[in-house]
């Protein structure tokens, strides 16, 4: 069964942005079924807060202050291996997507085109993870 709050799908953002930020916060909670359980700006405050709450998915950028998200995903996907990363980043090039694809995200979005599309890819996540969890 999922990790939820209040039986929604909770969700940590890793984005160094403040407008992207709380862009992300409004768009993931009107959607139903996702609760937001922390944000973080650097890869240091983004490891401990997501080492912290376990959320069930990561939104997560490239590049944070002082570090990139990879440092992030390659840290705490050891740790918490069912939290589903989704890379919403304005650098959607094809060496990118194959290194965060490979380093475990599930997901790698474009944020001009695709942003629209977070909750979705989030939902679509945490379902697979369900499935796999049920068939274990």
């Known amino acids: ?3 939820t709050t209040a039986d929604r799908i909770t969700a940590f953002i890793v984005e160094d942005s403040p407008a992207i930020r709380e862009r992300l916060a409004a768009l993931l909670t009107q959607t139903q079924g996702i ?3 922390g944000e973080a700006d650097t890869p240091q405050s ?3 807060g997501i080492l912290r709450t376990r959320p069930d998915s990561v939104v997560l950028d490239i590049h944070l202050l002082g570090g990139s ?3 992030v995903l390659k840290t705490v996907r050891p740790i918490v291996p069912g939290t589903v990363f989704v890379v919403l980043t ?3 090039n094809s060496q990118y997507r194959r290194i965060f694809v490979n380093a475990g995200a599930s997901a790698f979005l474009d944020k001009s085109t695709e942003f629209d599309l977070i909750a979705q890819a989030i939902i679509a996540g945490a379902a ?3 499935q796999i969890a049920n068939l274990q």
């Open 35 to 37: 609760a937001i359980v």
């Open 128 to 130: 697979r993870r369900s």
């Open 90 to 92: 304005n650098h959607p």
């Open 1 to 3: 069964m999922e990790k």
């Open 69 to 71: 998200g990879l440092e």
């Open 46 to 48: 983004a490891v401990e």
